[in-house]
């Protein structure tokens, strides 16, 4: 049986250090959670596509 991801009730900044820490040491790979990738000068299509029904959140690629 996989994980499955389901949401988050609270996030408190601890929350965030863990999981910033556990991104850093490669102990988690949030690739399966990425469904589209942007670059940052396509920031306006982002969040186009980020303001459309169902969609939660974007995420730039860095030049």
């Known amino acids: 049986m996989g994980w499955a991801l ?3 009730y609270v996030a ?3 929350d ?8 850093s040491l490669d102990l988690i790979d ?3 959670l990425i469904e589209i990738k942007f670059l ?3 920031i306006q299509a982002a969040f186009e596509y980020a303001s459309r029904e169902g969609m939660y959140r974007v995420s730039l690629l860095m030049d």
């Open 40 to 42: 940052q000068k396509d």
């Open 6 to 8: 389901i949401g988050a």
């Open 16 to 23: 965030f250090c863990l999981a910033a820490k556990l991104l």
């Open 12 to 14: 408190e900044v601890t």
């Open 30 to 32: 949030p690739s399966p």
